[in-house]
């Protein structure tokens, strides 16, 4: 059975994935409406999707609202007729849950819980519907140097942020259990590409190399993760939505492992190439190795057989993929510049106790 929704939610869609799987949907189906409901946090920047909102003012339209608003979320479902609800709406920084967890787990948690009980609500017994769920490879914790995580796996947060992230997957499944809702859930690993916010490594890399800031690597950079090209992630998700069984999670990644020195050193090579500082001889000598991250997950890997068997692979090698994100921050300074503001210098303050990153 092949699901083909028309008017979906997007719920976060101003953030880095939400704004690539508006593009990409918007891109590739004339018949489809996209309703993006999102708060505007920090994170969430409209200035991802103006050209968007521009180019296609019958099929999308925005609420700057939050998830956790029952009644309004109610009202914009009723109003467009919403098939399919899809949340990637979150807090996800580890770093600022370490500082803040409360938010993530009002987000990240009630959120999605509230967001479930209205769909429930305003479907009632349709099986003609969707609610996908986007979630992270985070929540089944940490991995040695071997092994890969299979949707069976355990779930084993160990940051804030996973654990509430795992709360709501828990969340989603119940609801499919109890009330029948159709739901699916989708598990990534780390996603990188354009539009991504300059407090997670790529992005913050890069943007330091830039301003010549130092670039701070936790502990010994020898933590592994495992990386995502965005709009492959999009491709599964949207794959997931059409062909994946009701009530499963598929977990969907690459198999390009990285410790995350040797992925600093990777990009600092790449800008030396595309734009030579004036300053340094290599990039690489603005690393620095500051305290490690508490709780840090040594290693994240997924099997993602599951999601193949649907259809789905990465397209996109590291290789291609690392290029044309350092060339996209390169080529979008307005994007990035505007993001460089008093809230994000106060966090970076609070992060490292009053010093400025990799002191
Ligand atoms: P992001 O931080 O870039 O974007 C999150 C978006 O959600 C922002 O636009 C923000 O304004 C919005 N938002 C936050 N709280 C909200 C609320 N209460 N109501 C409405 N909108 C709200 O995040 P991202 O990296 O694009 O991640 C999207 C989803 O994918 C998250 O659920 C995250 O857990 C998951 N995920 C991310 C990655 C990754 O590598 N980035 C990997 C796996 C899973
Ligand atoms: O694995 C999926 C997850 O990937 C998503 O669920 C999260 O939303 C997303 O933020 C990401 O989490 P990570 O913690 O893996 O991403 P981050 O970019 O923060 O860190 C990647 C690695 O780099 C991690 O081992 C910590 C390290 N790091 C990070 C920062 C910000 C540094 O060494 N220095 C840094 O300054």
């Given at each position: 059975m092949v699901y083909t929704p028309q008017n979906i939610l997007i719920t976060g869609g101003c953030g880095f994935i939400g704004s690539n799987f508006i593009r990409y949907l918007l891109g590739n189906y004339n018949q489809i409406t996209v309703v993006n409901v999102d708060k505007l946090t920090y994170a969430g920047n409209i200035l991802s999707l103006k050209d968007i909102s521009e180019r296609y003012e019958n099929r999308y339209f925005f609420y700057k609202e939050d998830?956790?608003?029952?009644?309004?979320?109610?009202?914009?479902?009723?109003?467009?007729?919403?098939?399919?609800?899809?949340?990637?709406?979150?807090?996800?920084?580890?770093?600022?849950?370490?500082?803040?967890?409360?938010?993530?787990?009002?987000?990240?948690?009630?959120?999605?819980?509230r967001l479930l009980e209205v769909a429930r609500n305003f479907w009632g017994n349709d099986n003609n519907v969707r609610f996908?769920?986007?979630?992270?490879?985070?929540?089944?914790?940490?991995?040695?140097?071997?092994?890969?995580?299979?949707?069976?796996?355990?779930?084993?947060?160990?940051?804030?942020?996973?654990?509430?992230?795992?709360?709501?997957?828990?969340?989603?499944?119940?609801?499919?259990?109890?009330?029948?809702?159709?739901?699916?859930?989708?598990?990534?690993?780390?996603?990188?590409?354009?539009?991504?916010?300059?407090?997670?490594?790529?992005?913050?890399?890069?943007?330091?190399?830039?301003?010549?800031?130092?670039?701070?690597?936790?502990?010994?950079?020898?933590?592994?993760?495992?990386?995502?090209?965005?709009?492959?992630?999009?491709?599964?998700?949207d794959l997931v939505i059409r062909r994946g069984k009701v009530g499963e999670s598929y977990n969907i990644a690459s198999n390009d492992e990285l410790k995350n020195i040797n992925l600093v050193?990777?990009?600092c090579k790449i800008l030396d190439e595309i734009k030579p500082s004036k300053k340094v001889k290599s990039y690489s000598e603005l690393i620095s190795f500051v305290e490690d991250r508490p709780g840090h997950d040594y290693r994240y890997a997924l099997s993602f057989d599951k999601v193949k068997k649907l259809g789905w692979t990465p397209k996109t090698s590291m290789k291609k993929g690392l290029q044309k994100t350092v060339l996209w921050y390169v080529e979008n300074e307005n994007w990035w510049k505007s993001i460089l503001n008093q809230e994000y210098i106060e966090f970076y303050k609070k992060w490292y106790g009053g010093k400025n990153q990799g002191e």
């Amino acid at each position: 059975m092949v699901y083909t929704p028309q008017n979906i939610l997007i719920t976060g869609g101003c953030g880095f994935i939400g704004s690539n799987f508006i593009r990409y949907l918007l891109g590739n189906y004339n018949q489809i409406t996209v309703v993006n409901v999102d708060k505007l946090t920090y994170a969430g920047n409209i200035l991802s999707l103006k050209d968007i909102s521009e180019r296609y003012e019958n099929r999308y339209f925005f609420y700057k609202e939050d998830i956790t608003n029952s009644d309004s979320i109610f009202k914009i479902m009723e109003r467009h007729n919403i098939d399919t609800i899809v949340n990637f709406a979150a807090e996800s920084h580890v770093d600022r849950s370490i500082l803040n967890p409360e938010i993530f787990l009002t987000t990240n948690t009630l959120g999605t819980l509230r967001l479930l009980e209205v769909a429930r609500n305003f479907w009632g017994n349709d099986n003609n519907v969707r609610f996908h769920h986007i979630s992270t490879d985070e929540v089944y914790g940490s991995l040695k140097d071997h092994g890969k995580f299979l949707e069976s796996s355990c779930y084993k947060p160990s940051s804030p942020y996973s654990a509430s992230k795992a709360g709501a997957d828990h969340f989603v499944y119940s609801y499919y259990k109890t009330f029948n809702l159709p739901v699916t859930i989708t598990n990534s690993s780390n996603n990188y590409g354009p539009y991504q916010f300059p407090e997670k490594l790529i992005p913050l890399t890069i943007i330091n190399c830039l301003n010549h800031k130092n670039i701070p690597i936790y502990g010994k950079g020898e933590n592994i993760r495992n990386w995502l090209f965005v709009e492959d992630h999009c491709e599964g998700i949207d794959l997931v939505i059409r062909r994946g069984k009701v009530g499963e999670s598929y977990n969907i990644a690459s198999n390009d492992e990285l410790k995350n020195i040797n992925l600093v050193r990777r990009i600092c090579k790449i800008l030396d190439e595309i734009k030579p500082s004036k300053k340094v001889k290599s990039y690489s000598e603005l690393i620095s190795f500051v305290e490690d991250r508490p709780g840090h997950d040594y290693r994240y890997a997924l099997s993602f057989d599951k999601v193949k068997k649907l259809g789905w692979t990465p397209k996109t090698s590291m290789k291609k993929g690392l290029q044309k994100t350092v060339l996209w921050y390169v080529e979008n300074e307005n994007w990035w510049k505007s993001i460089l503001n008093q809230e994000y210098i106060e966090f970076y303050k609070k992060w490292y106790g009053g010093k400025n990153q990799g002191e």
